[in-house]
């Protein structure tokens, strides 16, 4: 059987100058790739959509006619994988920033440094056959199919799930705990979605990012002239939500004085204004969430323990993504379609490599840190794809061995 030659790359330099197209080309057939030439934009993007699409496309900014963003525009809208290096003879903070926002691969100034030029070529015929190797992707989660945004098939998250709807038909006061990222408010709200109250407010309270001082009046609210500034009648987040749920985020985080009074409305189901002297009833569904250990903080005097057990009647302990790093091809998934579904970003895959180096990464800000991850190199990949380039260097380095 006769050999079967290696394919030579097809690189489309689109110029107006002669004298550009043929010393690009120079430099380009002698390192063997093969060049088609374009006079201007609109022969370039004709010679796109003719097909077959070339391997690269070196396109010019300023040209008569058709200008080089604009058939940048005409050439991702015809074949959205194509990858184009633009060229300028000014390097303007707006080229740059429009070259990268209508999807070029890069940009080059003029005149040419030959082995740069060679070099991004490279790079972009390396993303290219990156993005070939992926192959076809059937998304394995549909965003539609989990509303509360908790994903995980892992026997850790299916526990998790269990207990969610074994206390969603009551009104068990549940405590979530969990690091930092890990997810404790999604539950908390996917409890009062499933529970009777869903029809009421829901009010989240991060009791670590209000100041001691102001906690007491934003939870119970306060009366006219109770301290300096206290100009009017103020309702607290317990009686916004009266027949809903609140939920207490970093409630490890609340000052002992503020403890006593949710302990007293956990109790009497009663709240008192700052500086009032009558009680308000109140219907609430309490949840609260902590990072820290309860325990240790109830054994140190810094917790009340009286409240830690009203809190902690059903306890949900939502595991770190170290523990669980089969979920996270899903979570994944779920992170690029949402991203693909509100039009914030091109990819809506992942290829294999860049999956192990996710799979393999310690999180220690959990889903949120895989959230932003995810995000992040979404929107800057230069494909329909992620690649291992496209990950933070962090993750993309090679694991120590």
Known sequence: MPETQPHVPTILVVDDDTQVRYSLGRVLTGHK?????????????????KGPPPDLV???????????????????????KQLVILMTAFGTAQTAIEAMKYGAFDYVMKPFDPPKVIALAEAALKVRA???????????VDPEDHPDGIIG??????????????VTASDVTVMITGESGSGKELVARSIWKNSHRASKPFVAVNCAAIPENLIESELFGHEKGAF?????????????????????????????????????????GEIQRVGASATVTVDVRVIAATNKDLEALVKARAFREDLYYRLNVVRI????????????PQLVDYYLQK?????????????????????????????????????????IAQGDAILMRDLPPELASPPQP
């Open 58 to 80: 070196f396109l010019d900014v300023r040209m008569g006619g058709m200008g080089g963003i604009e058939a940048l525009q005409h050439i991702r809208s015809v074949s959205p």
């Open 33 to 49: 790739y093969r060049v088609v030439e374009a006079a201007s934009g609109e022969e370039g993007v004709e010679l796109v959509k």
């Open 317 to 328: 302990r939502i595991p770190p993504l170290r523990e669980r790093s089969d979920d996270i």
């Open 228 to 268: 300096t500034g206290a100009v009017s009648q103020r309702i607290g987040k317990f009686e916004q939500c009266d027949k809903g749920t609140i939920f207490l985020d970093e409630i490890g985080d609340m000052a002992l004085p503020t403890q006593t009074k949710i302990l007293r409305v956990l109790q009497q």
């Open 130 to 140: 990156d993005l070939s190797a992926v192959g076809e992707y059937q998304p394995s």
């Open 153 to 166: 098939s892992s026997a850790v998250m299916q526990a998790v799930f269990k207990t969610i709807g074994q």
């Open 339 to 379: 991203l693909v579904q509100q039009r914030k970003a091109r990819a809506g895959r992942v290829s294999p490599e860049a999956m192990e180096a996710l799979k393999r990464h310690a999180w220690p800000g959990n889903v949120r840190e895989l959230e932003n991850v995810v995000y992040r190199s979404a929107v």
